[in-house]
């Protein structure tokens, strides 16, 4: 089997991650590759390191090569401007509703436009966290793909 296209495979994970933004009643359409910013409410995606391949535990070892997952972090993030209960309460209900969205498209699609043969897409962690010096809720995932082969001398 060939290894799997990723950089094809995050084309579609975008406009999958595109499509839940725009499916709020307030649409998040800063959607990137990326690193979290400094600005309005956002999607991110990013390389998150190498994992064990999905579903293979550690039989990741074959006849002459390694099998290597690729994990990804998917983040959405919400300014804290303040902490009124109406604030406070509007964004949990976006998370709740985004996290439902990424996770009806991601596992809707689980071969990413047939780029990837499996994936594995970890429950949604909320968290508060500063991004220079401003307060942020964010709402992260871990998206662990299909392997990737790497020889081994022999």
């Given at each position: 089997m060939a290894n799997p296209d990723i950089p094809a495979a995050l084309v579609?994970?975008?406009?999958?991650?595109v499509a839940a933004g725009a499916a709020l009643t307030d649409d998040i359409l800063d959607v990137d590759r990326g690193l979290l910013a400094t600005r309005g409410r956002q999607i991110r995606y990013y390389w998150g390191g190498e994992v064990e391949p999905v579903r293979?535990?550690?039989a990741h070892r074959v006849l002459n090569g390694e099998l290597v997952g690729q994990r990804f972090i998917i983040a959405a993030a919400w300014p804290l401007?303040?902490?009124?209960?109406?604030?406070?309460?509007?964004?949990d209900v976006e998370m709740q509703l985004l996290a439902g969205e990424v996770r009806t498209r991601i596992q809707g699609d689980s071969t990413l436009g047939g780029n990837v043969t499996d994936l594995d897409?970890?429950?949604?962690?909320?968290?508060?966290?500063?991004?220079?010096?401003?307060?942020?809720?964010?709402l992260r995932w871990d998206l662990d793909l299909a392997y990737?082969?790497?020889?081994?001398?022999q």
């Open positions: 579609v994970l975008q406009a999958h991650l293979m535990g550690p401007t303040d902490l009124t209960e109406a604030n406070v309460t509007a964004i897409l970890q429950y949604a962690e909320p968290d508060l966290i500063v991004i220079a010096g401003a307060r942020h809720v964010v990737i082969e790497y020889a081994v001398a």
